[in-house]
């Protein structure tokens, strides 16, 4: 079975600055897509980016990035220029490439002060 | 492109009742899913489906919860009877296909009294 960890249940950053979130996995699986979702306040989970694991290059998605460091089993993601409506909670997930359960972590809230 | 409905909104009942959920996915979307999300966890994969059949539903609780999706386009989900642990809100997703991206509605809270 795979796990999935976000370690800080809440961060908060200045408009502008930046700011990483974490998350660890645990799988024997080699092969496999990792995701970041992000659910606003208003409730609707939207994908933010993904990166599969046999790919070294780093997921980057306009001001959204990734640290993928598949030996550690870590997924960070980076937000720079943080904007106010990037105030939200974010989830890490994980799904094997051969099989079915996308499994999320327990999300990290993140809030943007103006 | 219209993205996934789902229905209600919000439902208050008591413990005991049924209730229902209603999901329609992106058209032309094989796989569907029912996540539940406890307040202030992550959601868990309750069933699965590509097109009408069932992929996976190891952690759908099958004593009082079920699912079809019979024409292999909408679906429902029911509780019966709803538990006081039950309540969460329930997340409909939808994707091309089994490890694609999946799309979600804006969820159904459910609050068992």
Redesign the interface.
């Known amino acids: 079975a795979q796990t ?1 960890t976000q370690s800080q249940p809440e961060m908060s950053v200045q408009e502008a600055e930046t700011v990483t979130l974490s998350c660890t996995y645990d799988t024997s699986e080699n092969n496999y ?1 990792l995701f970041w979702y992000k659910q606003p306040p ?6 933010v980016i ?1 990166q599969e694991a046999y790919k070294q290059q780093n997921a980057t998605e306009n001001r959204f990035s990734v640290n993928f460091q598949k030996a550690a089993k870590s997924f960070s993601l980076k937000i720079s220029d943080s904007q106010l409506g990037d105030t939200a909670m974010y ?1 890490c ?1 994980f ?1 094997p ?1 051969a099989g ?8 990290t809230r993140l809030m943007v002060k103006p | 492109e219209a993205g996934v409905a789902q229905s209600p909104r919000y439902k208050i009942i008591e413990k005991r009742q049924s209730v229902a959920f209603w999901c329609n996915p992106i058209s032309g979307h094989a796989t569907l899913y029912w996540y539940q999300q406890i307040l202030g966890q992550g959601p868990k994969l309750l069933i699965q489906f590509q097109n009408n059949g069932v992929v996976d539903d190891s952690q759908l609780p099958k004593d009082r919860f079920s699912a079809e999706r019979l024409k292999g386009v909408d679906s429902t989900l029911k509780i019966q009877p709803a538990k006081l642990e039950d309540s969460a809100v329930y997340l409909c997703a939808s994707s091309v296909n089994r490890v694609g991206e999946q799309f979600f509605g804006p969820g159904t809270r459910l609050t068992v009294l």
Not at chain 1, 42 to 47: A, E, G, H, V
């Open positions: 999935v897509y208003s409730r609707q989970m939207i994908l993904r989830f997930a799904i490439y079915n359960m996308l499994t999320f972590g327990g999300g």
